[in-house]
């Protein structure tokens, strides 16, 4: 996780801290019935961040406005990852089946569809207050909405994303005390 | 025929010197030079095998012509100054009628007889039929185009060479000639093991089989010292060996060899051999058992298995108490009676294990793999011990996260929990990377692990092993991961599984650093 990463969610804590930009907050929010970067009255917000060289549709470039817009939806920080608060969530709801196919669903989606997946489960975060860490969502985010040509191994760096998302979500979704031993059966596996 | 091509003088034992150079050498001159000589280089593992224990016969047989009995510290002597070059070359001497590769009565390693038996006489079999390599016959192959009845000329030097591999590693099974089937040789489906020196003099020292009994120095006889084969020895019972001697040199099949014009080999007559009839309570010297689930296992090369898994059954050491132990080679056991004589100065005894691995009459794969054990590991059998409990360890590990693995598979099918799935699961898991990874990934731990144990770093040693078990593991479980995709089913399989991985890995490796797992994960 980058600096620069922590240094874009400083600067949008700061706009809903002060309050004093209520009208940013909106803007943002707003922003979520668009597609990332395609919003005219977020780029005062978030355009600063982007460097330069990046083309518009630069993967990094949409997953700071989908951040934002999202943060603005839910803007709430904690130490746990989207995917352990998800986790978190599923098991509050009483391991609510329902829970797990939407992450399921997000999990397999891709660019073009993972904001639809985003944008419910923050809503269902929001409603059940449960915070997450947006500066390493930012960073996981950048690499899932860039497209698979953008750089050599972008596609096992995704993987390995969707990977520890997983990881995530079920080690929270059983809380501390998940079983800890596989059931053996003996049958003789060596060769 | 006349006699031609004598072994003792023509060049074609391929020996590789202290400067690099491979040469090819005659008998008396190998042993004249024996401690310029680092090592045998033939390339084939079975016929690498046999040329040392012919070089073992010669060198036993010569000795007790000479001295008749020998004690440790005449051992220890050879080892160090040479082997006595008088005893041997006279040894040569007396037998050297006995060595011609083409001979009308008695060719080196054949069976004259053939030539003149009504069942052999007006049968030509092509070299391919003693060539464990090649094809002959309905032998399905791929690469090899050898055509029966055009076989191609072969050298003597090469021909001796694959003759001397065959009579020690050939299947038992149809023969068809003389008998319907005969015995096997006696490495059949053998890792044999040789325990090497920095020379051939030391190499030869090493694995020398003790002096013969007072009043049997008769009794185990090589097969030049035999009168000829006849026909109805060939069609006799199974015998069983008279000692290693015999077994070094028995003729498990009859063979002579059909001199071209121009001295190459293009054909043979074949028949059935001199059987030799198993003796379980006399195996081969150079052969390890393992415990298997149904008794003792003779340790061969299998697919898949890496070699050093079977090193306890290699390393002689204390009895358990209960249950059957595994047999280390008798060739070991001679040694290290070496080097308890020179009182363990020499610090690693390097070990070449070589042979055949076949499946009744179909052969498989050869091998060959060096070890280098250290001496101080088997000089005190607790050491032995230790090494035996940690490389349990290695397999057990293995058990558990394959057992895991499976279980991550079977969650990735339809209907994880049937009984079939697991089945089908296991399938997959065995005929991916996931074991061969493991225990690959693990061999490179363990020359350093003996090392450890040897020495006085014992502690260490033992956390090192555990903690590159641990990364074994890790990276086996990473490639059945990757077998698997990225579906989200494959994912969610993985999450529910990576933390009863670890938590098995804590169970089975206590002696690591937690820091260093959660970095890992």
């Known amino acids: 996780m980058s600096e620069y990463t922590q240094a874009f969610i400083d600067h949008l804590t700061r706009l809903a801290e002060k309050n004093a930009d209520r009208g940013a907050l909106a803007a943002l929010r707003h922003s979520l019935a668009f597609p990332p970067g395609r919003y005219p009255k977020a780029y005062p917000y978030v355009e600063r961040f982007v460097p330069p060289e990046w083309h518009a549709e630069d993967g990094r470039r949409l ?6 817009g999202l943060w603005a939806r839910h803007p709430s920080s904690r130490g746990a990852s989207l995917a352990a608060s998800f986790g978190e969530l599923m098991r509050l709801r009483d391991n609510a089946p329902s829970i797990e196919q939407r992450f399921i669903a997000l999990l397999g989606a891709d660019a073009e569809g993972v904001m639809d997946h985003l944008r419910q489960a923050i809503g269902l975060l929001a409603a059940e207050g449960l915070g997450l860490d947006y500066a390493r969502f930012l960073s996981d985010l950048q690499v899932w909405l860039s497209s698979s040509e953008a750089y050599a191994g972008h596609t096992d760096q995704l993987d390995r994303i969707r990977q520890r998302w997983a990881r995530d979500f079920y080690r929270a979704q059983q809380g501390p005390a998940a079983p800890a031993t596989e059931t053996i059966d003996h049958t003789d596996l060596a060769q | 025929m006349s006699k031609d091509f004598s072994l003792l003088d023509e060049p074609w034992l391929p020996l590789r010197l202290a400067d690099g150079r491979v040469v090819e050498l005659g008998l008396r001159e190998v042993f004249r030079r024996s401690r310029e000589i680092v090592a045998l280089a033939e390339t084939a593992p079975p016929s690498l095998v046999a040329q040392y224990r012919l070089l073992l016969a010669i060198t036993h047989r010569a000795l007790t012509r000479a001295l008749g009995r020998w004690a440790p510290a005449d051992r220890v002597r050879w080892y160090r100054e040479g082997l006595p070059q008088q005893a041997l070359q006279d040894y040569l001497d007396h037998w050297q009628d006995r060595f011609w590769l083409f001979h009308a009565q008695a060719p080196f390693l054949q069976v004259a007889a053939l030539a003149e038996a009504q069942a052999t006489r007006d049968k030509r079999k092509p070299w391919t039929q003693i060539a464990l390599a090649s094809a002959n016959g309905n032998t399905p192959v791929v690469f090899d185009h050898a055509v029966d009845a055009e076989p191609t000329a072969l050298a003597p030097a090469q021909a001796l060479g694959t003759l001397l591999g065959y009579l020690q590693f050939t299947p038992g099974g149809l023969v068809k000639c003389l008998r319907d089937a005969d015995k096997a040789g006696p490495l059949v489906n053998t890792a044999a093991i040789l325990p090497l020196g920095a020379t051939l003099n030391e190499t030869l020292c090493l694995a020398l089989h003790p002096a013969s009994r007072s009043g049997e120095e008769e009794i185990d006889l090589p097969a030049w010292e035999r009168p000829p084969l006849t026909i109805a020895q060939l069609q006799g019972e199974p015998v069983p060996a008279t000692g290693p001697n015999d077994r070094y040199t028995r003729q498990s099949r009859a063979v002579l060899l059909l001199p071209e014009a121009d001295g190459t080999v293009r054909w043979l007559h074949f028949a059935a051999g001199w059987a030799l009839a198993d003796d379980p309570h006399a195996p081969d010297p150079m052969a390890c058992f393992r415990v298997g689930s149904q008794g003792l296992v003779r340790v061969s090369f299998t697919e898949g298995r890496a070699f050093w898994r079977d090193l306890p059954a290699m390393v002689p ?137 040897a020495g006085d770093a014992q502690d260490a040693a033992l956390a090192a092993w555990q903690q590159a078990l641990r990364a074994a593991a890790l990276q086996a479980w990473q490639q059945a991961l990757q077998g698997l995709g990225r579906s989200p089913r494959a994912l969610k399989a993985d999450a529910l599984y990576w933390p009863r991985l670890h938590s098995t890995l804590n169970q089975q490796l206590p002696l690591h650093s937690p820091l260093v797992a959660q970095e890992e994960a």
């Open chain 2, 317 to 453: 050491m204390p009895a358990l108490p209960q249950g059957l132990n595994s047999q280390a080679a008798a060739v070991l056991q001679h040694a290290l009676a070496l080097h308890g004589a020179m009182a363990w100065t020499v610090p690693d005894q390097p070990l070449l294990v070589a042979g055949l691995a076949s499946d009744q009459a179909k052969l498989l794969r050869w091998r060959a793999e060096s070890l280098r054990l250290p001496t101080a590991l088997v000089a005190e059998p607790e050491r032995a011990a230790e090494l035996r409990d940690q490389v349990a360890l290695a397999e057990a590990v293995h058990r558990a996260v394959a057992q895991l693995a499976v279980g991550m598979l079977a969650a990735t099918l339809p209907d994880p929990t049937s009984k079939d799935t697991r089945t089908r699961a296991r399938a997959l898991l065995d005929t991916g990377p996931f074991t061969a990874s493991y225990f690959a990934q693990a061999q490179r731990a363990l020359p350093a692990l003996m090392q450890g144990l």
């Open chain 1, 63 to 68: 997953a700071l406005y989908a951040v934002a």
